[in-house]
């Protein structure tokens, strides 16, 4: 079993809900990222957060250490959200990321 | 200006032959990394660098020789391609490794196919 496991697989909304990715990891984390990657490939950083929450336009990402969960959100979907949506965790004491699987974003107009 | 880039962006080639994938940063940051994505869009770290030395080697082929000619750049070599080498590699880089406020820059990636 993977360190990081996403869920879920693959999201199919329509253009205008709220998603909901969720992410979680089995070790001790030094920080958690979620990252966005097109149908063209590039990879972007959305966030990277240790505790609590952030927000950048419409994303939401959360984390709860003691759980060991970590969300994103998306409000008022849009076409354009559709990538795949990947969780990393740096592990205490590693010097690596560890990826989740990815979770693939559909938003039908 | 380009943050992270990678040259080419697609490789074709045939089994047994020798080629480079060129990563450069302008970020300034101290760590870079190579990434493999297979098919099944799986990331996984083959090889990190700090300031021109080498901190991880994700137990990857000796196949594959990273060389850092300075702390901007971090190519990647491939002697004798085998097919299951075909993959998206991504270069990246941040400027402290490990730290939780230091957010990783990817390249756009190179698509390697081995025929």
């Known amino acids: 079993k993977n360190e990081v496991e996403q869920s879920p697989q693959n999201l199919t909304a329509q253009e205008g809900e709220f998603i909901t990715i969720n992410c979680s990891y089995s070790?001790?984390?030094?920080?958690l990222h979620w990252l966005q990657q097109h149908p063209g490939g590039g990879i972007v950083s959305l966030f990277m957060l240790s505790s609590g929450k952030k927000k950048h336009g419409r994303l939401i990402a959360t984390i709860n250490i003691q759980e060991k969960h970590s969300s994103l959100h998306i409000t008022a979907s849009h076409p354009r959200d559709s990538a795949v949506y990947i969780c990393?965790?740096?592990?205490?004491?590693?010097?690596?990321?560890?990826f989740g699987q990815g979770t693939r974003l559909t938003i039908n107009p | 200006d380009t943050a992270v880039s990678q040259t080419p962006k697609y490789l074709v080639t045939q089994m047994g032959n020798d080629k480079s994938i060129k990563c450069e940063q302008n970020l300034g940051h101290d760590t870079m990394y190579w990434y493999k994505q297979d098919s099944k869009k799986f990331l996984k770290i083959m090889f990190s660098?700090?300031?021109?030395?080498?901190?991880i080697n994700e137990t990857v082929p000796n196949r594959f020789s990273p060389k850092s000619p300075d702390k901007a750049h971090l190519n990647l070599h491939i002697n004798s391609l085998e097919l299951g080498d075909s993959a998206v590699y991504f270069c990246?880089?941040?400027?402290?490794?490990?730290?939780?406020?230091?957010?990783?820059?990817f390249g756009n990636g190179t698509r390697l196919t081995v025929t």
């Open positions: 990393a965790v740096w592990a205490q004491g590693a010097q690596k990321l560890v």
């Open positions: 990246a880089s941040s400027q402290f490794a490990g730290s939780n406020n230091s957010p990783l820059h």
């Open positions: 660098y700090n300031n021109k030395e080498l901190i």
């Open positions: 070790v001790g984390i030094s920080a």
